[in-house]
T-cell receptor
Framework: AQKVTQAQTEISVVEKEDVTLDCVYETRDTTYYLFWYKQPPSGELVFLIRRNSFDEQNEISGRYSWNFQKSTSSFNFTITASQVVDSAVYFC?????????????FGTGTSLTVIP | DAGITQSPRYKITETGRQVTLMCHQT?????MFWYRQDLGHGLRLIYYSAAADITDKGEVPDGYVVSRSKTENFPLTLESATRSQTSVYFC????????????FGPGTRLTVL
């Protein structure tokens, strides 16, 4: 079973629109960590945010915000007033504390295209 | 410079050849990982290592071999490359006593003809 599901394969928005990228996870652990990474066309993986399971407070960083809801096992990512530079593939990932391998489970990614 | 590096960045090889992808990190992180990235699959874990001389299989280990004689290096070897191993390979490291964040290398694009 997929531990991290990103149901949106591709999204296109017009510049300045808001866009939300969905991430649903599955774990039996009570302590876990969720991450978002950005992969721009250049190919590197850029860390965006880390959230632990005990911190359900939403976070805002500039135009980026994250909505963590344990009740629905979701960790959604919203970009406000999107820009062309936001065009990238975005990955959500889960790390479980019990897992001594410190493994990450990645979703399949959402490819975001921002049209000027 | 500090960080995590991979070499080569691009590699073209032929079916049946042995290929080794190198990964080097300067943070002395105990954990290191190898992922492959394929369209429609995201990143999948091949092998990981908790410390020097300790390695374990991930989700897709078949056809790959790893070793870790030194903390800073984690080479990945394709003993007999196949076309299905054409992919982008990412190495990562993390400090389990820290914030559980994984730091990724720039990736190696491997093409097997």
């Amino acid at each position: 079973a997929q531990k991290v599901t990103q149901a949106q394969t591709e999204i296109s928005v017009v510049e300045k629109e808001d866009v939300t990228l969905d991430c649903v996870y599955e774990t039996r652990d009570t302590t876990y960590y969720l991450f978002w990474y950005k992969q721009p066309p250049s190919g590197e993986l850029v860390f965006l945010i880390r959230r632990n399971s005990f911190d359900e407070q939403n976070e805002i960083s500039g135009r980026y915000s994250w909505n963590f809801q344990k009740s629905t096992s979701s960790f959604n990512f919203t970009i406000t007033a999107s820009q062309v530079v936001d065009s990238a593939v975005y990955f959500c990932a889960l790390s479980e504390a019990w897992n001594t391998g410190n493994q990450f489970y990645f979703g399949t990614g959402t490819s975001l295209t921002v049209i000027p | 410079d500090a960080g995590i590096t991979q070499s080569p960045r691009y590699k073209i090889t032929e079916t049946g050849r042995q290929v080794t992808l190198m990964c080097h990190q300067t943070w002395s992180h105990s954990y290191m990982f190898w992922y492959r990235q394929d369209l429609g699959h995201g990143l999948r874990l091949i092998y990981y290592s908790a410390a020097a001389d300790i390695t374990d299989k991930g989700e897709v280990p078949d056809g790959y071999v790893v070793s870790r004689s030194k903390t800073e290096n984690f080479p990945l070897t394709l003993e007999s490359a196949t076309r299905s191993q054409t992919s982008v390979y990412f190495c990562a490291s993390s400090d389990p006593t820290g914030r559980n964040e994984q730091f990724f290398g720039p990736g190696t694009r491997l093409t097997v003809l």
